[in-house]
């Protein structure tokens, strides 16, 4: 079921997925979880998996794109802009408040990746949000950026956005080695185009470079005061490990670890089942109310 809401004079596009059993179901309706994907992803790399399982658990979902990807409208497209990010999460949550059905005080934040930093900073800044789950989260860009060096020529590219400031250009965002693709790790492409749906394009605007350096979520994570799971990838070549488990401590989070890299938490992945049964073991434990059947 398509969900369009407005943002700023554009349309962003979701897509809702129902409840489909009444186990955490009130007088005021199901809860429900809002989904964002990470760093130049669309909703359809991955995070219907996601939503579908929320759905057999009794949980409304919806999953939409930023502005500029995807399926939603807006203009420069392929480019991040993390206030504008910021700006479409908040809207999200505020579509779903507004759903048929949907109990409003039981919202869940749920990101990946570089959302899994947006789900910190919105949280902490709606105390009104019932529980928050951070998958694989990007919580210090400027930690990413020098974890990425540490594998390959990262520095290089982050000079080369510097430089495109003001005649940008975009790049493949992912590539095998040496293709100068943002992310051009072995193995990389393979696991990003392997959950790639038919919206995504495999290009960026590299003064998200710049953007990514700058952003730093684990600011924010003190100021959480509901419950959150993070969700860490030990392995991890994208989001530093060590830097989302300081976010986690700062904001009291109860935490998994998986011995994998970024993409094995994904569907289609070795680590994706157990993630996702964490999630819904959590989301079971801090939504049933009293009320529920």
């Known amino acids: 079921m398509t969900v369009t809401f407005d943002v700023e004079g554009t349309t962003c596009a979701g897509r809702r997925f129902p409840a489909e059993t009444d186990d955490l179901r009130t007088e005021a309706g199901v809860p429900c979880v809002v989904l964002a994907h990470g760093f130049g992803a ?37 480019s991040v802009s993390i206030a504008r990010q910021l700006a479409d999460y908040r809207a999200a ?51 990413a950026v020098r974890h990425a060096a540490g594998h390959h020529g990262s520095r290089g590219l982050v000079r080369s956005a510097l430089t495109t400031v003001r005649r940008p250009k975009s790049v493949r965002l992912a590539g095998p080695p040496g293709s100068g693709a943002v992310l051009s790790l072995p193995g ?14 495999n290009e960026i605007d590299p003064r998200a470079m710049v953007e990514i350096t700058r952003y730093r979520p684990v600011r924010r994570a003190r100021g959480v005061r509901r419950p959150l ?65």
């Open 229 to 293: 799971l993070v969700q860490i990838a030990d392995l991890d070549r994208m989001s530093p490990p060590h830097a989302a488990a300081k976010a986690a401590v700062a904001a009291r989070a109860e935490v998994r670890h998986y011995p994998c890299d970024h993409f094995d938490v994904f569907p289609g992945n070795p680590w994706f089942r157990q993630a996702v049964q964490h999630q819904l073991a959590f989301l079971r434990r801090h939504l049933r109310s009293k009320e529920a059947p």
């Open 93 to 143: 949550v505020a579509a779903a408040r507004g759903l048929d059905g949907v109990d409003p005080a039981r919202i869940v934040l749920w990101g990946a990746s570089l959302a899994g930093g947006h789900v910190l900073v919105t949280a902490a800044a709606d105390p009104a949000v019932a529980a928050a789950v951070s998958l694989v989260p990007m919580v210090d860009g400027l930690a």
């Open 188 to 201: 990389q492409f393979e696991a990003y185009t392997a959950m790639a749906g038919p919206s995504w394009r």
């Open 42 to 78: 669309t909703r359809d790399c991955g995070l219907d998996a996601f939503a579908t399982e929320f759905a057999g658990a009794g949980l409304d979902a919806l999953a939409f794109d930023y502005r500029g990807f995807g399926e939603s409208g807006g203009e420069p497209r392929q």
